[in-house]
């Protein structure tokens, strides 16, 4: 009881936080007369009363000190719970999905991947679009750093919380966790309010500007309508899209900087300089191919490659059109950048540009040594040292990425997918990504088609991918249970 009883009272409140979510597509509901009233006040009854049982067996718990062991189990049960009583909505409304369905839809949008099952979404009810988004905005700031800043009893746990479901091991603005993640949510709500009055100003409607702002925000990507962005003709809607994608890809610390000194050092950064290059890189050269092959006017070509390419790469996964249809070229590119990622400690998923950079410092620095075998080489980044322990650490997720991706990729070709849908599926579910390539799960696509344990198998990779594989397979290791 010493293991689970902070869990269940971590995750009791937690729970009760998810069914006041709940409630504001019930109001949607009740506003529009909608058929899934009773589906989401059944919802948020549920998850109340099971939040309540779980406060209430762990109520004597301490929470003063944590074990790592209890971090991880925190951290793995939190979101796995949140994912699973965030099914209910979507197993109640009118039109229910399937289970394997619901949940892949779940976990989908609360780990901010934004692959979809749900086709036909320019029919579906705007309470259901609502909760979709409201998935996505949760997950990507992430449910426990929430509960850090609206939780007062998580004082000393709380950053080792924060840092088991994000990759940023930069010194923290703050000192103290609480205050730190508050001021991460004002820096992300202000954000998704400005995203919102962007798109309203640039032309979308409300209820499509404030869905999509929290998608952006959260680089989570769903959208309101199978058709993603091109559903909207005006390209200036796509570049008020691009810059708000790129900063849900930048360390939000560095936005609570800007806050506390009113410097602006965000462009200051190593690893936000780094993705802003390979950002501009990658669009001069697809937007030329487009101007060559596709015969776009030059500054289409600009702004379908550089949102289209943004999107990837932040890990958002909105569309603005087919872009496996743009040639060979594009489609290598698409792929390799799904891998890449934004920045340490931001709400995108991927590699994250900062293990990038590493692992190519490790490489000049090989080159260095076979050239001077006795050379003495400082290991810095960003200013800093390079400790061994985040070298260790960035190559442990490589190497379970790897093997996830193995795992993941060999069970989908077992279900009977081709090899470009068993592969680009698997890495836009570990990847954080949203939609693949290939006919079935490509940009124009989506995942209903799959078996269900093509389902289950990709729902399991995006929890793996957004808590960075470690977080969840520690658990599955008989050291970790033994007293």
């Given amino acids: 009881m010493k293991l689970l009883g902070p869990t269940l009272l971590i995750l009791g409140a937690i729970l009760n936080i998810l069914a006041l979510f709940m409630l504001v597509p019930l109001a949607l509901s009740i506003t529009y007369s909608s058929d899934n009233q009773l589906a989401f006040f059944s919802s948020a009854t549920i998850t109340s009363i099971a939040g309540i049982i779980f406060l209430l067996i762990g109520k004597k718990s301490r929470l003063d000190f944590m074990q790592p062991r209890q971090v991880f189990l925190i951290t793995t049960c939190a979101w796995t719970g949140v994912s699973l009583f965030s099914t209910l909505p979507f197993l109640l409304m009118s039109n229910p999905l399937g289970i394997a369905d619901a949940v892949f839809e779940s976990v989908s949008g609360v780990t901010a991947t934004g692959g979809s099952v749900m086709a036909g979404l320019d029919s579906r009810p705007k ?124 360390p939000f610390v560095l936005f609570v900087r800007f806050m506390i000194t009113r410097k602006l050092i965000v462009f200051s950064d190593t690893q936000v300089r780094a993705l802003l290059w390979i950002v501009a890189i990658t669009t001069l050269i697809l937007t030329a191919q487009l101007i060559v092959t596709e015969h776009m006017s030059p500054f289409q070509a600009l702004t379908m490659a550089c949102f289209n390419l943004v999107s990837v790469i932040t890990t958002t996964g909105f569309a603005s059109g087919d872009y496996q249809h743009w040639g060979p070229l594009a489609v290598v590119i698409f792929f390799f950048i799904t891998f890449v990622g934004g920045c340490s400690g931001s709400t995108s998923g991927g590699i994250k540009v900062f293990r990038l950079q590493i692992f190519a410092s490790l490489v000049k620095e090989q080159i260095i040594v076979a050239i001077h075998p006795h050379a003495i080489i400082s290991r810095r980044y960003n200013g800093r040292l390079i400790s061994s322990e985040i070298i260790a650490s960035s190559i442990s997720y490589m190497f379970l990425m790897m093997v996830c991706f193995v795992v993941i990729a060999s069970i989908l070709s077992l279900t009977g997918l081709d090899l470009m849908t068993s592969i680009t599926g698997t890495a836009s579910s570990l990847m954080n990504v949203g939609p693949g390539l290939g006919p079935i799960i490509g940009p124009a696509g989506n995942f209903s088609s799959l078996s269900d344990t093509a389902k289950w198998a990709l729902s399991a990779g995006m929890l793996l991918g957004r808590l960075e594989f470690l977080t969840i397979l520690v658990l599955f290791t008989p050291a970790f249970w033994r007293a």
């Avoid at 949510?185 to 209820?207: E, N, Q, T, V």
């Avoid at 990507?221 to 003709?233: I, L, M, N, R």
């Fill in 127 to 250: 309470d259901i679009l609502l909760w979709r988004s409201i998935l996505n905005w949760i997950g990507g700031v992430g449910i426990i750093g929430m509960a850090i800043a609206v939780l007062p009893f998580l004082r000393v746990g709380g950053m080792r919380l924060f840092k088991t479901e994000s990759s940023d091991w930069s010194d923290k603005a703050m000192p103290r966790a609480r205050s730190l993640m508050a001021m991460i949510i004002y820096c992300y709500l202000g954000l998704s309010l400005i995203c919102c009055l962007a798109f309203w100003l640039a032309g979308m409607d409300f209820f499509n500007a404030l869905n999509h702002a929290m998608a952006t925000v959260s680089t989570g990507g769903f959208s309101t309508s199978d058709h993603s962005f091109a559903q909207f003709d005006s390209l200036l809607i796509h570049w008020v899209a691009i810059p708000f994608m790129l900063a849900g890809a930048f």
